[in-house]
């Protein structure tokens, strides 16, 4: 069981907006940045923010990243069938280890 | 473009030792970035192993921490993953990949599998 909380599932219809929060506490998020993956099982895992809200080349505005306190929120809009993938956060920690999230699963009806 | 390439046996009887390589190519192992383990066993979510800094300088996932080691090797531009006394709970697929979490991870390899089994 992660340190990060994210829903283990989410759904929404093509061209929807869903939203995807991942919980921590002071020693992970509320101290340090987070950054979100998207990630297809057998594929590589897939940056889609880092540093909270920054988005590398190639990643289309409908990826949007937040963070308050000691909770990060990954959006996505205009929710397209090839957006359906399990999503990861991830942060330090105190320890000076990485967390990642449990993941979330995104269905697009 | 930073291509890394794990490579390692896919298959590691239990009790032994897992022992992976991942070559980087398009960039320096030498240069300022973290170069890190991260794997997934079937069915579950990603989970972070460790990390090595340019400097030698590692970091591991305390659960992990008493039977893994990451080292570089600068002349190959390659760096290793070392993990002993495995059972099957160690079965996964297992990636390399540059940067951090704040940085983010933007560089990965295509992963491997590995099966911890007799």
């Known amino acids: 069981q992660s340190v990060l909380t994210q829903p283990p599932s989410v759904s929404a219809a093509p061209g929807q907006k869903v939203t995807i929060s991942c919980a921590g506490d002071?020693?992970?998020?509320?101290?340090?940045?987070v950054s979100w993956y998207q990630h297809l099982p057998g594929t590589a895992p897939k940056l889609l923010i880092y540093e909270n809200y920054k988005r590398p080349s190639g990643i289309p505005d409908r990826f949007s990243g937040s963070k308050s306190g000691t909770s990060a929120i990954l959006g996505i809009t205009g929710l397209q069938t090839e957006d359906e993938a399990d999503y990861y956060c991830v942060t330090w920690d105190h320890t000076l280890s990485a967390l990642f999230g449990g993941g979330t699963k995104l269905t697009v009806l | 473009q930073v291509h890394l390439q794990e490579s390692g046996p896919g298959l590691v009887t239990p009790s032994g030792t897992l022992s992976l390589s991942c070559v980087v190519s398009g960039a320096s192992i030498r240069s300022a970035n973290w170069w890190t383990w991260v794997r997934q066993p079937p069915g579950k979510g990603l989970e972070w192993i460790g990390e090595?800094?340019?400097?030698?300088?590692?970091n591991y996932n305390p659960s992990l921490k008493s039977r893994v080691s990451i080292s570089a090797d600068k002349s190959n531009n390659q760096f290793s993953l070392r993990l002993t006394s495995v059972t099957a709970a160690d079965t996964a697929v297992y990636y390399c990949?540059?940067?951090?979490?704040?940085?983010?991870?933007?560089?990965w390899g295509q992963g491997t599998l590995v099966t911890v089994s007799s």
């Open positions: 002071n020693s992970n998020i509320g101290k340090n940045y």
């Open positions: 990949s540059r940067g951090s979490p704040s940085s983010g991870y933007l560089s």
């Open positions: 090595i800094y340019h400097s030698g300088i590692a």
